[in-house]
C-alpha cells in the first residue's frame, strides 16, 4: 500500500492550492481518507476527512469555510482545496486511510502517505 502526496509548495497569504493524494494497493473508496497536518514539534493535526463509500466529509472547524476535500474514484486519488490560506496554514500535509471509525485521530490510520510542505508567506 502507498499514498503518494503531492501539490504543495509556497503561496502568499490569500492564496490557494490543491493537494493531491493517490493511492496504490488499495482501493481508495473503500476506505476513509484523510488529511493531517504537522508542524515541527507538535501533534498531528486533523484536518478533513471524507468517509468511505461516497459517506460524508468531515472537517476541523475552524478550516471548513475554506478547505474541502473530494475524491476522483477513477484516479484512485483524493484531494484537499485550501483557499484563503494563512501563515498559521503553513506545514505539513499528510494523506492518510483507514477503515476505523475514529476518523479525527491520527491514531486510527492504518496508511499513511510520506508528507508534502505546505508553505504560506505573509
Known amino acids: 500500500v502507498q499514498l503518494q502526496a503531492s501539490g504543495g509548495g509556497s503561496v502568499q497569504a490569500g492564496g490557494s492550492l490543491r493537494l493531491s493524494c493517490t493511492a496504490s494497493g488499495l482501493t481508495l473508496n473503500a476506505y476513509h481518507m484523510a488529511w493531517f497536518r504537522q508542524i515541527p514539534g507538535e501533534e498531528r493535526e486533523f484536518v478533513a476527512a471524507?468517509?468511505?463509500?461516497?459517506?460524508?466529509?468531515v472537517y476541523k472547524d475552524s478550516l471548513k469555510d475554506r478547505f474541502t476535500i473530494s475524491r476522483d474514484n477513477a484516479k484512485n486519488t483524493v484531494y484537499v482545496q485550501m483557499s484563503s490560506l494563512k501563515p498559521d496554514d503553513t506545514a505539513t500535509y499528510y494523506c492518510?486511510?483507514?477503515?476505523?471509525?475514529?476518523?479525527?485521530?491520527?491514531?486510527?490510520?492504518?496508511?499513511w502517505g510520506q508528507g508534502t510542505l505546505v508553505t504560506v508567506s505573509s
Open positions: 492518510a486511510a483507514t477503515k476505523g471509525s475514529w476518523v479525527r485521530l491520527a491514531s486510527t490510520y492504518e496508511h
Open positions: 471524507l468517509l468511505r463509500n461516497g459517506g460524508n466529509e
